[in-house]
């Protein structure tokens, strides 16, 4: 397992835990928004650490966090993942996986194994619209049906999430993904912000007013919604 980055506390990711984040290299969507380009269009420039070195970090971090996020680019297309959540599960913290949802059958191995506590899945638009999202011509967005039906199916607590893109998508697109998705426990629209290693330059964050309009948009269809990364 390739990993490329280890955030030693975070108060945001994983939700009411003190948590750290390891990061895995590699993703098979090319986002043209992604905000982590070193991770995926230039992954022989990040550094790597070895997985027992994040692993004699976090032994000397229990009990002071709680938690680990295993996140990406997009985790589940790495060999060994199984292996190190067991490891990490030994040393008594909780589990959160970050994952794009292209990967059902790998998300249900993981989640029959008892090695995620919690799920944030990507959505990363209404059906019509997720190749051009994703940055793949022939995307077939099957899959992420698969994988939320996986996630509803499997007892493990999750949310689903939408980074909004004011050049991608609309209000019609988020009620869109609510008419797909309906029945999620939780669904969050996030913010996009230009961090500037971009895929693709060019991309803006959406207006306040616009998420207000999208996030009315979503709330018949979902257990719990709200907006991320506005002030």
């Given at each position: ?11 945001v ?11 895995t290299?590699?993703c ?41 996020v ?15 959540l067991?490891?990490v ?18 998300l249900?191995?993981?989640l ?7 799920v ?10 997720y190749?051009?999202t ?18 509803a199916?499997?007892g ?15 209000v019609?697109?988020?009620a ?10 939780r669904y ?44």
């Amino acid at each position: 397992m390739r990993i490329c980055g280890l955030q030693t506390l975070s108060m945001v990711d994983y939700p009411s835990k003190l948590a750290a984040t390891v990061f895995t290299g590699g993703c098979n969507l090319r986002c043209p928004f992604c905000h982590n380009a070193l991770l995926v269009t230039r992954l022989e420039e990040s550094p790597t650490l070895q997985q027992e070195e994040v692993l004699a970090f976090l032994k000397r971090r229990r009990g002071l966090l709680d938690g680990v996020v295993l996140s990406g680019g997009e985790p589940l297309i790495q060999s060994g993942v199984p292996e190190f959540l067991q490891k990490v599960r030994s040393l008594g913290f909780s589990i959160k996986l970050d994952t794009n949802g292209c990967y059902p059958d790998a998300l249900e191995a993981l989640l029959d194994q008892g090695l995620a506590d919690y799920v944030a899945m990507d959505v990363k638009n209404a059906p019509e619209h997720y190749a051009q999202t994703v940055g793949i011509p022939d995307f077939d967005p099957a899959v992420i049906t698969r994988s939320a039906a996986v996630l509803a199916r499997s007892g493990v607590d999750y949310e689903l999430r939408t980074t909004v893109v004011r050049e991608l998508h609309t209000v019609a697109d988020i009620a869109a993904i609510g008419a797909w998705m309906q029945g999620a426990p939780r669904y969050f629209l996030q913010c996009f912000v230009d961090s500037g290693a971009l895929i693709s330059p060019g991309f803006h964050a959406p207006d306040r007013a616009d998420l207000e309009n999208m996030l009315q948009a979503a709330r018949p269809f979902f257990g719990e919604t709200a907006l991320r990364g506005v002030d």
